[in-house]
């Protein structure tokens, strides 16, 4: 992500503080509400702010704080800062499956990866050059793919599901799409919800934290479980 830019959109729709504090409080109470003491505090507030200023959508037209911002500003910015506003109304979110780190048939280029949307099963190759320790092929992880010049980047947020409930997410995808109910979003801040769970309940099975037929606490975490 380019960071500069990314901190201009932001200052520039902070401007409207009341709606920042009602999209905050609508995205947290469908992901999870997170603490200060989370270790995911800092990915998943990033996270919150990529969804409010590249997805979140209002008024009529229905407009992200990106497009707005392009429709009000676009002509103040330089030829050289255009295309990265233009690549934040062009973001991909997605579950991500992990299908190759370092692509290339002659020379392997290690800052390159290969995923693919679970959703979709489309292919992309991201350019990533900050090291992703530990990651494998067929590992998933919510993340967002920005346009950055004729490249794709991760954004800085991140949410990895663990291993061994691959195959669950998979049948859990299959099956909605064969019922006809797969909405990708809500998917998503289910399985955030989950994995902030994962978090902080460390002595309970991942089986009964990733489990879509009797979800864990059901649908509110509340501050003193995660303390109990």
């Known amino acids: 992500m380019s960071h500069p830019q990314f901190e201009t959109l932001l200052a520039w729709?902070?401007?409207?503080?009341?709606?920042?504090?009602?999209?905050?409080?609508?995205?947290?109470?469908?992901?999870?509400?997170?603490?200060?003491?989370?270790?995911s505090f800092e990915s998943r507030m990033q996270s919150f702010f990529n969804w409010y200023l590249l997805d979140r959508v209002k008024g009529n037209p229905p407009l992200t704080p990106a497009q707005r911002f392009l429709q009000e500003r676009g002509g103040e910015l330089s030829a050289a800062d255009k295309p990265t506003f233009l690549g934040f109304t062009k973001s991909r979110?997605?579950?991500?499956?992990?299908?190759?780190?370092?692509?290339?048939?002659?020379?392997?280029?290690e800052d390159l990866v290969k995923?693919?949307?679970?959703?979709?099963?489309?292919?992309?190759?991201?350019?990533?050059r900050r090291r992703l320790p530990g990651l494998e092929k067929g590992d998933l992880l919510e993340a967002r793919l920005l346009p950055v010049g004729d490249t794709l980047q991760f954004s800085p947020a991140f949410t990895y599901h663990p291993r061994p409930v691959r195959s669950l997410l998979l049948k859990e995808i299959k099956r909605r799409k064969k019922l006809g109910t797969l909405d990708a979003r809500a998917?998503?801040?289910?399985?955030?919800?989950?994995?902030?769970?994962?978090?902080?309940?460390?002595?309970?099975p991942i089986d009964k934290i990733y489990s879509f037929e009797t979800p864990f606490l059901g649908e509110k975490h509340r501050r003193e479980g995660a303390h109990g």
């Open 187 to 204: 998917l998503c801040w289910e399985l955030e919800r989950m994995a902030l769970h994962l978090e902080r309940f460390r002595n309970i």
């Open 115 to 128: 995923v693919r949307d679970a959703f979709t099963g489309d292919d992309y190759v991201v350019t990533e």
């Open 93 to 109: 979110h997605s579950l991500y499956e992990i299908r190759r780190v370092g692509v290339g048939l002659i020379k392997v280029r």
């Open 13 to 39: 729709a902070s401007e409207d503080r009341e709606d920042v504090i009602a999209a905050k409080r609508d995205y947290f109470a469908s992901t999870g509400e997170v603490f200060e003491d989370d270790p």
